[in-house]
């Protein structure tokens, strides 16, 4: 199993990025797909969850609203649009699959 993500970075506070996870070695388009944050000193959170049919099964209550979770299951790819963001967003980003993680992706918010 391997999960790649990219697209982090710095961005102004009200900016936006968009997150992408490509995963291999596995049938990407029967497991549900996920993203989980860990900010400094703290543990990790998960953020969003997305059905193998690309249905959101859960957002964390901070993101409602804010980040978006979808997935093309042609390209093997799950993505966290992010827009309106806010300091405490900052945090290394992580894409999973039945309980495999990937090496994560920082973004940072900050003026």
């Known amino acids: 199993v391997q999960l790649v993500e990219s697209g982090g970075g710095l961005v102004q506070p009200g900016g936006s990025l968009r997150l992408t996870c490509v995963g291999s070695?596995?049938?990407?388009?029967?497991?549900?797909m996920s993203w989980a944050r860990q900010a400094p000193g703290k543990e990790r959170e998960l953020v969003a969850t997305?059905?193998?049919?690309?249905?959101?099964?859960y957002q964390e209550d901070s993101v409602k609203g804010r980040f978006t979770i979808s997935r093309d299951n042609v390209k093997n790819t799950v993505y966290l649009q992010m827009n309106s963001l806010k300091p405490e967003d900052t945090a290394v980003y992580y894409c999973?699959?039945?309980?495999?993680w990937g090496q994560g992706t920082q973004v940072t918010v900050s003026s």
């Open positions: 070695g596995f049938a990407f388009s029967w497991l549900p």
């Open positions: 997305i059905s193998n049919i690309g249905d959101t099964l």
């Open positions: 999973g699959a039945g309980g495999n």
